[in-house]
T-cell receptor
Framework: KAGVTQTPRYLIKTRGQQVTLSCSPISGHRSVSWYQQTPGQGLQFLFEYFSETQRNKGNFPGRFSGRQFSNSRSEMNVSTLELGDSALYLC???????????????FGPGTRLTVT | AQSVAQPEDQVNVAEGNPLTVKCTYSVSGNPYLFWYVQYPNRGLQFLLKYITGDNLVKGSYGFEAEFNKSQTSFHLKKPSALVSDSALYFCAVRDSLTGGGNKLTFGTGTQLKVEL
C-alpha cells in the first residue's frame, strides 16, 4: 500500500500571501489530521477531518483552515502568512470510526513552508 | 487537558547497551499512548501503541514499551541499541474521553544518540 503523500514538499512564500497544502491518505483511511512542527513549539495539532467534516480543531487562528474531499484527500490553507507560520506541516491518516479511534496515525513526509 | 512529558532532551547510549526513553502522561480518562520516531527531514514513523491489555507492548524494530498506570508512565525500551536507532523520539497521548477523533498531544521529543 502506498503511504501518505504530501505536496509540495517544499514551499517558499512571502508574508501576506496565502498557501494551500495537499495530502493524500493511505487508501481506505477516512481520517486525516494535520500537525504543525516547529523548533520552538514542537508538534501541535491543527485539525482533523473525517468523512469530509472537521471533527477536531486545535488552538490555531482562523487563518488556518482545511477541507476534505469525498475521496478522503485533504487540503490545508493558510491565509495572510506570517513569519511565524514557517514550519514543517505534517499530514497523518488513520483508520477510524464514527464513535472513536484506537488506531495509530500514519504520517506523510511533510511540507516544509518557509515564509520570508 | 491531556499532556505528555519527556523529561530528557537527549539520551546517549553505547551500541549494544539497553536503552530507555522516558515518558509520563496526564489524561482525564483512559489513555491511548503512542511512540513515534522521526529521522532527519522525514515524517513520523509509528513504533507502537498501548490501548488496553498487557502492560508490556512490543513494536517495530525491536522496540517495546512498558505502561505503568500508577506512575502514569509509558517508557520506551530496547534491549540492545543500534547506531541506526539514532533519531528523535516522540511520545503521544490520545484521551479516550475525546470521543471520536484522532487528536494527539505530543511530548517535546527526546533525541537518542547511539554511539559505537
Amino acid at each position: 500500500k502506498a503511504g501518505v503523500t504530501q505536496t509540495p514538499r517544499y514551499l517558499i512564500k512571502t508574508r501576506g500571501q496565502q498557501v494551500t497544502l495537499s495530502c493524500s491518505p493511505i487508501s481506505g483511511h477516512r481520517s486525516v489530521s494535520w500537525y504543525q512542527q516547529t523548533p520552538g513549539q514542537g508538534l501541535q495539532f491543527l485539525f482533523e477531518y473525517f468523512s469530509e467534516t472537521q471533527r477536531n480543531k486545535g488552538n490555531f487562528p482562523g487563518r488556518f483552515s482545511g477541507r476534505q474531499f469525498s475521496n478522503s484527500r485533504s487540503e490545508m490553507n493558510v491565509s495572510t502568512l506570517e513569519l511565524g507560520d514557517s514550519a514543517l506541516y505534517l499530514c497523518a491518516s488513520s483508520l477510524s470510526s464514527v464513535t472513536g479511534s484506537s488506531y495509530e496515525q500514519y504520517f506523510g513526509p511533510g511540507t516544509r513552508l518557509t515564509v520570508t | 487537558a491531556q499532556s505528555v512529558a519527556q523529561p530528557e532532551d537527549q539520551v546517549n547510549v553505547a551500541e549494544g547497551n539497553p536503552l530507555t526513553v522516558k515518558c509520563t502522561y496526564s489524561v482525564s480518562g483512559n489513555p491511548y499512548l503512542f511512540w513515534y520516531v522521526q529521522y532527519p527531514n522525514r515524517g513520523l514513523q509509528f513504533l507502537l501503541k498501548y490501548i488496553t491489555g498487557d502492560n508490556l507492548v512490543k513494536g517495530s524494530y525491536g522496540f517495546e514499551a512498558e505502561f505503568n498506570k500508577s506512575q502514569t508512565s509509558f517508557h520506551l525500551k530496547k534491549p540492545s541499541a543500534l547506531v541506526s536507532d539514532s533519531a528523535l523520539y516522540f511520545c503521544a497521548v490520545r484521551d479516550s474521553l475525546t470521543g471520536g477523533g484522532n487528536k494527539l498531544t505530543f511530548g517535546t521529543g527526546t533525541q537518542l544518540k547511539v554511539e559505537l
